[in-house]
């Protein structure tokens, strides 16, 4: 039996019979504070974590991928945390979600809670819904479709490490309908899904189709939810910050990174991978702790560092590239860690009709944390595990009320299947958002404008000459 530590609270409760399994997760764009809720989860009902960010997994650089410290853990146990040296091969999302269910039981063993906390969020659904490891991961993260490591996979098919030309014509041949979904230019998409077919023996897009017609059906045995959080025992938190203030927390975040030592932790990186060339092995830079943000960045500057004749002023100006280009990268990875939750995760809590699971909590004022974020999401812990009703997530805050407002953002989902080529940009589009977005670009506004000016003239559009100085039109 699990024993939380639940203390006397003003409301009554019902006696009812609390959840069986019970499970809560944290999440939220990186820098709004998912470590220090989890903990003041955990603290509150005798919890352990586990942790759901891939970067997070590897050992050392600690600067780098933000891991929490000794002191924040202030004594929880942290499972999944600082294990993966550099020479091992990079995790897949499914060992992680083989691993992360093992330990969720083991914890349960103990009578304990088990809180999954991280920015990774395509690791997190993946742990809660059995057909997510189909989808589309984030940027950087790797699938696992077989138990096979990814040194076997490419000696058994050595088409995966050739040129991107020829793995799409191959995926054009067994598989046209995926070769079509994707850019011809988008290697690790390609692959990725020429290697679902080589693995399996089976088509992306069939595999797409029954994923799709089992969602229709219900994901259910015996009038249960196959899927972790339809079976009604999981909770959601989703920390989050107004978008301008976390630009501005991240930027400050990157020049404290800087100033406790994030170079000297790139310098380590640039020297194991000498290393490793030295003895003849080579590093696949595409995957693992290689894609965090702050090492890659970083990159041109050590090359400056170690190249004759470079002066000080360039040096200099290289160095504050490489800082920008972090805090930048940092940004960016932000938007698309929000954009997961509201286009995917909001999703398919909808499909499993438990949206109202997902309760967020504003951190934007971190001075007023305990008071917006801690004690809100204790309270509704407290009330879910006890099965007292539950309040409605969009109660919570004038940001949760904007944000989970019904239907908010459930509508914007990419249609699989949605392809469009901009004959102006010659680009492709593999989804409704992404075109969206190149239609409302700089560079095609300003392309098709030329094009009109060149119409209205008589010209021929001749476009494709007028395409590197259209990108600095105003």
């Given at each position: 039996m699990l024993r939380y530590a639940i203390?006397?609270?003003k409301y009554a409760t019902m006696a009812a019979r609390p959840p069986k399994d019970p499970l809560l997760v944290v999440l939220g764009a990186t820098g709004t504070g998912k470590s220090q809720l989890a903990v003041d989860l955990a603290k509150r009902f005798n919890g352990e974590i586990i942790n759901g960010d891939a970067m997070q997994m590897y050992d050392g650089l600690p600067i780098i991928t933000n891991k929490i410290t000794v002191e924040e853990q202030q004594g929880i146990p942290h499972h999944l945390l600082g294990f993966i040296s550099l020479d091992e091969e990079p995790w897949r999302v499914g060992l992680f979600k083989k691993k992360a269910g093992q330990i969720i039981r083991e914890i349960r063993s103990r009578g304990r809670l088990p809180i999954v906390v991280g920015g990774t969020h395509y690791y997190t659904q993946s742990l809660l819904f059995e057909d997510s490891l189909l989808a589309e991961p984030a940027e950087g993260v790797?699938?696992?479709?077989?138990?096979?490591?990814?040194?076997?996979?490419?000696?058994?098919?050595p088409i995966l490490t050739g040129p991107t030309e020829t793995m799409i014509e191959r995926l054009r041949e067994v598989d046209p309908m995926m070769a079509d979904r994707w850019h011809p230019k988008d290697r690790r998409k390609i692959r990725r899904s020429l290697e679902i077919f080589l693995t399996s023996g089976k088509k992306a897009s069939d595999l797409y189709a029954e994923q799709k017609e089992q969602k229709l059906r219900g994901n259910f045995e015996n009038g249960i939810s196959t899927n972790l959080v339809g079976r009604g025992s999981t909770l959601l938190f989703w920390v989050h910050a107004e978008s301008e203030t976390l630009k501005q927390r991240l930027d400050a975040r990157v020049d404290k990174m800087i100033n406790a030592g994030l170079l000297d932790e790139v310098k380590s990186m640039e020297a194991f991978l000498s290393e490793q060339t030295k003895a003849g092995v080579t590093v696949d830079r595409t995957?693992?702790?290689?894609?965090?943000?702050g090492w890659k960045e970083f990159e041109s500057y050590l090359k400056a560092l170690g190249a004759e004749n470079v002066s000080q002023e360039n040096l200099k100006k290289s160095y504050e590239l490489s800082i920008e280009q972090t805090k930048a990268a940092t940004r960016q990875y932000a938007k698309r860690q929000v954009r997961w939750i509201r286009l995917n995760l909001m999703t398919a809590?909808?499909?499993?009709n438990v949206l109202d699971k997902l309760y967020l909590l504003d951190g934007t004022d971190i001075t007023q944390w305990t008071e917006a974020v801690s004690d809100p999401a204790i309270d509704v812990a407290a009330k879910f595990l006890e099965v007292t009703e539950l309040p409605l997530p969009h109660e919570l805050s004038e940001a949760a009320q904007q944000i989970l407002a019904p239907e908010e953002g459930l509508g914007e989902k990419p249609d699989v299947w949605f392809r469009q080529e901009?004959?102006?940009?010659?680009?492709?589009a593999v989804n409704d958002v992404q075109w969206q977005t190149h239609l409302k670009s700089r560079r095609h506004r300003a392309l098709v404008k030329k094009k009109q000016k060149n119409e209205a003239n008589g010209r021929s559009s001749h476009l494709k000459n007028d395409s590197m100085s259209a990108e600095d039109a105003p």
């Amino acid at each position: 039996m699990l024993r939380y530590a639940i203390k006397p609270r003003k409301y009554a409760t019902m006696a009812a019979r609390p959840p069986k399994d019970p499970l809560l997760v944290v999440l939220g764009a990186t820098g709004t504070g998912k470590s220090q809720l989890a903990v003041d989860l955990a603290k509150r009902f005798n919890g352990e974590i586990i942790n759901g960010d891939a970067m997070q997994m590897y050992d050392g650089l600690p600067i780098i991928t933000n891991k929490i410290t000794v002191e924040e853990q202030q004594g929880i146990p942290h499972h999944l945390l600082g294990f993966i040296s550099l020479d091992e091969e990079p995790w897949r999302v499914g060992l992680f979600k083989k691993k992360a269910g093992q330990i969720i039981r083991e914890i349960r063993s103990r009578g304990r809670l088990p809180i999954v906390v991280g920015g990774t969020h395509y690791y997190t659904q993946s742990l809660l819904f059995e057909d997510s490891l189909l989808a589309e991961p984030a940027e950087g993260v790797e699938q696992d479709h077989t138990e096979h490591s990814n040194e076997e996979i490419e000696e058994k098919f050595p088409i995966l490490t050739g040129p991107t030309e020829t793995m799409i014509e191959r995926l054009r041949e067994v598989d046209p309908m995926m070769a079509d979904r994707w850019h011809p230019k988008d290697r690790r998409k390609i692959r990725r899904s020429l290697e679902i077919f080589l693995t399996s023996g089976k088509k992306a897009s069939d595999l797409y189709a029954e994923q799709k017609e089992q969602k229709l059906r219900g994901n259910f045995e015996n009038g249960i939810s196959t899927n972790l959080v339809g079976r009604g025992s999981t909770l959601l938190f989703w920390v989050h910050a107004e978008s301008e203030t976390l630009k501005q927390r991240l930027d400050a975040r990157v020049d404290k990174m800087i100033n406790a030592g994030l170079l000297d932790e790139v310098k380590s990186m640039e020297a194991f991978l000498s290393e490793q060339t030295k003895a003849g092995v080579t590093v696949d830079r595409t995957r693992g702790i290689w894609v965090s943000i702050g090492w890659k960045e970083f990159e041109s500057y050590l090359k400056a560092l170690g190249a004759e004749n470079v002066s000080q002023e360039n040096l200099k100006k290289s160095y504050e590239l490489s800082i920008e280009q972090t805090k930048a990268a940092t940004r960016q990875y932000a938007k698309r860690q929000v954009r997961w939750i509201r286009l995917n995760l909001m999703t398919a809590l909808s499909d499993e009709n438990v949206l109202d699971k997902l309760y967020l909590l504003d951190g934007t004022d971190i001075t007023q944390w305990t008071e917006a974020v801690s004690d809100p999401a204790i309270d509704v812990a407290a009330k879910f595990l006890e099965v007292t009703e539950l309040p409605l997530p969009h109660e919570l805050s004038e940001a949760a009320q904007q944000i989970l407002a019904p239907e908010e953002g459930l509508g914007e989902k990419p249609d699989v299947w949605f392809r469009q080529e901009c004959e102006v940009c010659r680009m492709v589009a593999v989804n409704d958002v992404q075109w969206q977005t190149h239609l409302k670009s700089r560079r095609h506004r300003a392309l098709v404008k030329k094009k009109q000016k060149n119409e209205a003239n008589g010209r021929s559009s001749h476009l494709k000459n007028d395409s590197m100085s259209a990108e600095d039109a105003p």
